[in-house]
């Protein structure tokens, strides 16, 4: 209390400068005494009085929008008679509330009709006011006054759960939440072009997205984050990584993506940069049915021919119907000359021959018309009042959209070390190319809740989401290394991904154990990744005749087929107990988590051998044609590939547990204690080579200490101190040899590599001018022992690709971030917000690379930056909303610093140059129930590039395409 009131002396030297600083510069010297008594404005004050409250942010007294009336007031301590900044004002009955600013003014716009408002903020005695009474295009004034909780004792009433979506409330949560974190809610997204999870998390301060579906946090790649949906661990659909696609979640469930960038005990510990923590939509407080459709095209794709061939009936739907998958009764066992089947009995040619017919699939490519891009959506829900004070809400969304993404002008070059040239590099291969991908991606979530009692609530979630990528391609290769051969490159690939996910959670606050509060999760899930029938061709040209031939090449004639399923299933349970209550509460929160999962792997690859020909021209003929059924067995032979390591089955069990404290020392200072101990145990089983089993397990303990200095009302200062640790995905232990293409280089796993640990080191400041603007700025050291980093070995060709542990490695940043009205040049620009957030890094990893002294022998860099570290990560955008007209509209800049996509051979590594991003999007909204967007994304159209050496040059490129402007219409209608 002695600290509010210094507070209102302060303020009470300070208004009077600042109103009077603001009415001379209106050229107004009546303005200059502040309202008696520091009133607000009434309601009916007139234009001075509201353009003079719009100087910094929109008059909360302002017109409401048409059918609608509005209720503002100022919120203030009875006994200080200062503002209570954060106050809750929520209208009873349903979710509808507003976050007192920094002046305790709120603002609530509703239907016509009679209300009760509840107030209540921690500490204080909430208060109700009954019988408000709304009338459209009426303002209504209600103060309200909070009186101190003399006794000290935690008021708790739950009618609503806290609206997420909204600007003024992620401030909120992140402003009380014990962690550093960010976040970006529903309604910034629907500012955007964003149409799924990744693309929203771009938006996040210090996070990028790779390859349009993995995040990455303060510039650290995939492997150093983890991934929650309404706070429990994801599987992963990919075969290669365990860090899951965000792609697979629509923009149209989620209520929010938080990235917590400080570990404390409730969350899992294997992430570094960051938890990406996706929460769905909440319950609607009345019936609600939402439609929405659009269509968009491409300066790259639409309306264009694009390279394609026969796929399924089903293709739309992103599945495959079966006319890819491997006939019915096709062998299990391998199926080459020489093998003998498990009976013991031999493989005849003739039989070989007939296998050869059944797998053989067309190789013909076709041209064909690119539609426009086009989606649709569809949500319903409601919640329904039953006995008491019985409440059963649901919510269901369907979702689809198909876009067709242009890779257009792609270059793809290889380089080798070169002592005579300027540059230092000799280039190898140059390979050409242009394609379009047909991507589909649907969903449907539900979700339904229960609350018997406001002490109780049940509720039950379900999420499935499928995308596929399929693509035809056809590259003009020039390699050097073969004597200035020219080779020509079809390849047809079709993926299909999907995310099936059940969850049932439970939150009781039981009175008799102290007031506590027990959360339960518990939940299943399977992803799985379908990758039927990849089909590849090389032709050669002869330089004699200039016509190309079929090449019997390693990958030439292959067909691949790749399965991969990801179980999930765990349980998690906390329960949070208030030790101490009032100006300074204590809480212990202990639980605990169980998470079990299981990956089946299987993969079968077949290639057609040229038998011996004796007129050698007939290769010449296209894919469809020369791999028609009378050759096969007669030009061509059945071979099957497949390794011993391409069928494994893995596991993954993680038991945790831990215990933490969130105690208030003072009103000012709040500590975050505690430690959480996890138990990983992993296993690889090979059936068909037991030495490549892996098995490995660990215990760590991972503690965690922060402290939060309220310094004043609108600001924290946050200290944290941690240790996180990133596990080896499956991949990087398996020792199975794999080449993910043509002209590849081989990739082999190593099953001694060591978990990473990491200490964590965070500061920040962040100050909250009102409830929609923030402004923050953060400090960063991790320290890394034993980090993964990708290698290449010496071996024939272009070397081989694996992963070893680095003796250490660091990396360290800041985080600027501001959010902040214009309302403060001029009352014109009171609808306009600035945007914007730079996150800079700097980052090194050392390899021992003495085989003598314990390390590895490699052909890589020994001492680079950790792999996929942006140097910078900037996001800036203006964001202007006039509510009186329905108009909003945004524009976005994003730009990242060079980062290291794969180390090199004997050479410099290769760099993801930066590529800037502008997007714009402007909406419309006409009467109540419908809105028109406009979206524009990528509108320079910047290159994607990839180079070989960190400086960007034409000499030195490895990859470059574009992938084109994209603008989308959309129309939405909602009752």
């Not at 009875?78 to 709120?106: H, N």
């Not at 799985?528 to 040209?541: C, I, L």
């Not at 009378?630 to 099957?640: Q, S, T, Y």
């Amino acid at each position: 209390m002695i600290r509010r009131r210094i507070s209102g002396v302060i303020a009470a030297l300070v208004t009077p400068l600042c109103w009077g600083a603001t009415a001379l510069a209106q050229d107004d010297p009546g303005a200059a005494a502040p309202p008696p008594g520091g009133a607000a404005a009434p309601a009916d004050a007139g234009p001075a009085a509201e353009d003079l409250a719009a100087a910094d942010e929109p008059s909360p007294s302002r017109p409401p929008p048409a059918g609608r009336g509005a209720v503002w007031g100022v919120v203030t301590d009875t006994t200080s008679r200062e503002p209570v900044l954060d106050a809750q004002v929520s209208v009873v009955g349903t979710k509808i509330k507003a976050i007192a600013d920094l002046d305790g003014r709120y603002r609530l716009e509703l239907p016509p009709g009679t209300y009760q408002l509840r107030i209540w903020y921690e500490a204080y005695t909430p208060q109700r006011v009954q019988d408000v009474r709304v009338a459209a295009g009426q303002v209504v004034q209600v103060d309200v006054g909070l009186d101190p909780d003399q006794q000290k004792e935690e008021v708790i009433e739950v009618e609503f759960e806290p609206e997420r979506a909204s600007v003024a409330a992620q401030l909120l949560l992140r402003k009380n939440a014990p962690h550093v974190g960010d976040a970006v809610g529903a309604k910034e997204i629907a500012k955007t072009p964003d149409r799924n999870a990744a693309e929203a998390a771009k938006r996040v301060v210090g996070a990028t997205v790779v390859d349009g579906r993995y995040v990455y946090v303060r510039g650290l790649g995939d492997r150093y984050t983890n991934a929650l949906l309404n706070g429990a661990p994801l599987p992963s659909p990919e075969p290669d990584r365990q860090a899951v696609p965000l792609d697979l979640f629509p923009s149209l469930v989620l209520s929010d993506i938080t990235v917590v960038k400080t570990f404390t005990p409730d969350v899992p510990g294997d992430f570094v940069g960051g938890s990406v923590q996706i929460n769905t939509r909440e319950l609607p407080t009345e019936f609600l049915l939402q439609a929405s459709a659009s269509l968009a095209a491409n300066t790259r794709s639409t309306l264009r021919d694009r390279l394609t061939y026969s796929g399924s009936s089903t293709d739309w739907l992103g599945i495959d119907d079966g006319a890819r998958a491997l006939p019915d009764g096709f062998p299990e066992h391998k199926v080459a000359r020489g093998i003998r089947r498990p009976d013991g009995t031999p493989i005849t040619r003739d039989e070989i021959a007939a296998y050869g017919r059944a797998i053989n699939s067309s190789m013909a490519t076709r041209r064909s018309f690119t539609p426009p891009n086009g989606s649709g959506s569809v949500v319903v829900g409601d919640t329904l009042k039953l006995r008491g004070e019985q409440r059963l809400g649901y919510l269901a969304t369907l979702s689809y959209g198909r876009k067709f993404a242009p890779r257009a002008d792609e270059i793809n070059r290889t380089y080798a070390f070169d002592p005579r040239s300027e540059s230092g590099l000799r280039q190898l291969n140059d390979s050409t190319l242009d394609s379009i991908r047909d991507q589909v991606s649907w969903g449907g979530f539900a979700s339904a809740t229960y609350t018997p009692h406001r002490d109780h609530k049940v509720t039950l979630t379900g999420l499935y989401s499928r995308s596929s990528d399929d693509v035809a391609l056809q590259s003009r290769e020039l390699i050097e290394e073969s004597g200035g051969a020219v080779y020509r490159d079809t390849l047809q690939r079709f993926v299909s991904r999907a995310l099936a996910l059940g969850q049932l959670a439970g939150e009781h606050r039981i009175a008799a154990l102290g007031n506590g509060t027990l959360d339960w999760k518990a939940w299943v899930s399977r992803a799985t990744s379908d990758e039927p029938d990849t089909r590849e061709n090389v032709y050669a040209r002869d330089d004699t005749s200039g016509a190309f031939s079929w090449d019997d090449g390693t990958l030439s004639g292959s067909h691949v087929f790749i399965d991969l399923a990801d179980t999930n299933y765990g349980g998690q349970l906390s329960y949070s107990l208030p030790l101490r209550r009032g100006d300074a509460p204590t809480r212990l929160k202990v639980g605990g988590l169980l998470n079990f999962r299981e990956r089946q792997f299987d993969a079968r690859r077949f290639r057609f051998k040229a038998l011996r020909l004796a007129d050698t021209t007939v290769l010449r003929q296209d894919p469809g044609p020369l791999f028609s059924d009378e050759n096969i067995g007669a030009l061509f032979e059945l071979e099957e590939t497949t390794r011993d390591t391409d069928d494994y089955t893995a596991s993954t069990d993680l038991y945790a547990g831990y215990v933490m404290t969130d105690t208030h020392v003072t009103r000012w200072l709040r500590a975050i204690l505690g430690a959480r101990v996890e138990a990983s145990l992993l296993s690889m089983d090979v059936p068909d080579n037991p030495d490549k089993d892996v098995d490995n397990d660990d215990v760590d303990l991972l503690p965690a200490a922060s402290l939060v200095f309220k310094t004043t009302p609108q600001s924290n200062l946050r200290f944290s101190v941690t240790r996180t640790l990133a596990r080896p995905q499956l991949i990087e232990l398996s020792p199975a040899l794999s080449q993910p293409g043509y002209s590849a280089r081989e990739v082999e796993g190593n099953p001694d590599l060591e978990r990473t640990r990491v200490m964590n080191g965070d500061v920040r400041f962040e100050l909250f001018p009102t409830a929609g603007e923030v402004m923050a700025a953060s400090v960063f050291y991790k320290h890394f022992e034993d980090p993964i980093e990708e290698i290449i070995k010496p071996s024939s060709g272009k070397g081989r690709l694996s992963w070893t542990n680095g003796d250490s490695g660091y990396a360290a940043g800041v985080e600027l971030e501001i959010r902040k009205s214009l309302g403060f040049i001029d009352p014109l620009f009171r609808d306009v917000t600035a945007l914007g957030n730079i996150t800079l890094v700097t980052s090194e990893v050392e390899i021992n690379p003495e085989p003598k002294e314990g390390g590895v022998a490699i052909q890589s860099t020994a001492t680079h930056p950790l792999q996929g570290q942006s140097p910078f990560v900037i996001n800036l955008g203006l964001d202007c909303s006039v509510e009186s007209t329905g108009t909003s509209a945004r524009l976005l800049y994003n730009v990242f610093g060079a980062r290291l996509r794969t180390v090199g051979k004997n050479m410099p590594d290769e760099y993801e140059q930066p590529r800037h991003q502008i997007d714009l999007t402007v909406a419309q909204r006409l009467g109540e129930h419908v809105e028109l967007k406009l979206a524009g994304e990528n509108l320079i159209d910047a290159p994607v590039r990839v180079t070989q050496g960190k400086e960007g040059t034409d000499d030195n490129i490895v990859l470059e395409y574009n992938a084109g402007t994209t603008v989308t219409l959309s129309a939405a209608l909602t009752y």
